[in-house]
């Protein structure tokens, strides 16, 4: 069978019993850091993903992929725009809302929340709050009835349950017989709702669209914008930047990636900061190579000019230990590349197995919103972590191959 002679010879060195077995323990420990920098990587990378994956999807569960907001108060045109809207490719659903900033009072508690008008009808169809309702039901919400919705950790503060009646306050002052007084309203809470995310469950409160237009004097008929849910989240700023082009003066929409932005980013950051950091494990295992080919290259100085004055060709003697060096890198990346694929697949099995054992929590569901610890294994990264790996494993292989290359026979045989 035909097998290229640097190959043969590399394959021969790799394989043999080496009389110096400090380089064998360097040579498997080389292959080991590069097989834990590999793992170490997919594993974290996963989890990271994970985490971002899991925040994504609770952020959106309140808020919707595009929002629609009218800048021209007067406008009231808003059904003919949602029709428009509904008809368009990818747009699952279109909600209208009004929305204010106030502060919800019960007793001597007092806590600001941001208010949202929906309708409870349409809202399923752009977010997951229906779901999401620990007590009650956003259906409980009828237009005149002043009902409400908390969320569960502004619930607690306030210390209010089901049924109870909380007075909302709002920046609009009223004409009264005594001065101006900010505009305030009895609402009797039919709903609670927790979502995970404490940007919403400590200061969101839904109220049915009708009443929030009379509590903020909202003309009859009018809306503050259209929530717009699509059926793939990543065509949002695409979605928004055509939509944008199209309406006319008065509307503007943004997409939740610019609502999020500064969230998002700081994720992106910090994957490519961990990137970087375990990529360094590699870095290591690699100088590890360096240091073992330089061994190698000293220990068969003999065996290299043996072969230089069969006619063996400095390229050549150079492919040999490139080929014994890129065996140790190839080898522990695919160890890795398999305990890596294997930690991220079952991590989520793995933690619970390491809790139970431990007798701990890893992620207090007291402390984390986030009690689980979520994986999403994206092969992209898998593909660009063992490519990483060859290649570095590949570069650190030249300087002592080119230093093998360099032998001359008659130096190194001067003394044999």
């Known amino acids: 069978m035909f097998k290229p002679f640097p190959l043969y ?6 394989r043999a019993k080496r009389r110096n077995h400090f380089i064998s323990f360097i040579s498997l420990t080389s292959m080991l850091g590069i097989a834990l920098g ?9 989890v990271m993903n994970g985490f971002e994956k899991e925040l994504r999807q609770r952020m959106l569960g309140m808020s919707a992929h595009v929002v629609l907001n009218t800048l021209d108060k007067q406008k009231n045109d808003w059904q003919r725009l949602r029709k428009d809207l509904e008809s368009r490719p990818h747009v699952n659903g279109v909600a209208p809302f009004i929305q204010g900033q106030s502060m919800i009072t019960y007793r001597k508690n007092v806590e600001g929340a941001f208010l949202q008008g929906i309708s409870p009808e349409i809202e399923p169809q752009v977010s997951q709050v ?3 309702m620990l007590e009650g039901s956003i259906d409980n919400l009828k237009a005149g009835k002043f009902g409400i919705v908390l969320g569960r950790e502004l619930a607690q503060r306030l210390g209010v349950t089901m049924g109870k009646k909380v007075t909302l306050v709002v920046p609009q002052a009223s004409v009264t017989p005594v001065g101006l007084l900010p505009r305030m309203k009895r ?3 039919q709903g609670i709702f927790s979502v995970g ?3 919403y469950d400590s200061g969101f409160v839904l109220l049915h669209i009708e009443d929030a237009a009379k509590l903020l004097r909202v003309p009859a008929g009018n809306i503050h914008g259209l929530n717009i849910k699509l059926d793939d989240m990543f065509l949002a700023p695409s979605f928004s930047r055509a939509l944008q082009e199209e309406l006319p003066f008065g509307y503007h929409s943004y997409d939740w990636t610019y609502r999020h932005k500064n969230f998002f980013e700081a994720i992106k950051m910090e994957k490519t900061v961990m990137f970087v950091i375990l990529t360094l494990i590699i870095a290591v295992a690699a100088f590890n190579i360096v240091s073992t080919l330089v061994m190698v290259v000293t220990d068969k100085q ?5 072969l ?7 390229r050549t003697v150079m492919a040999i230990f490139i080929v014994q060096g890129a065996l140790i890198g190839l080898f522990g990346t695919l160890l890795g590349l398999m305990g890596g694929v294997g930690l991220a697949l079952n991590i989520e099995n793995i933690i619970p197995a390491i809790e139970q054992l431990c007798a701990c929590r890893i992620l207090s569901p007291d402390i984390y919103y986030i009690s689980d610890l979520p994986s999403d294994l994206r092969w992209s990264d898998v593909y660009k972590i063992t490519g990483l790996s060859l290649i570095i494993s590949f570069l650190a292989t030249m300087y002592p191959a080119w230093r093998a290359s360099r032998t001359q026979p008659a130096e190194a045989l001067r003394y044999e």
């Open 9 to 14: 010879i590399g394959l021969r060195y790799t």
């Open 130 to 132: 229906k779901d999401k």
């Open 197 to 199: 995310m404490h940007e």
């Open 308 to 314: 230089r004055t069969l006619g063996a060709t400095p």
């Open 187 to 189: 609402f009797t809470v």
């Open 38 to 46: 590999v793992t170490a990587l997919i594993t974290v990378l996963s």
């Open 302 to 306: 003999a065996d290299i000019a043996i």
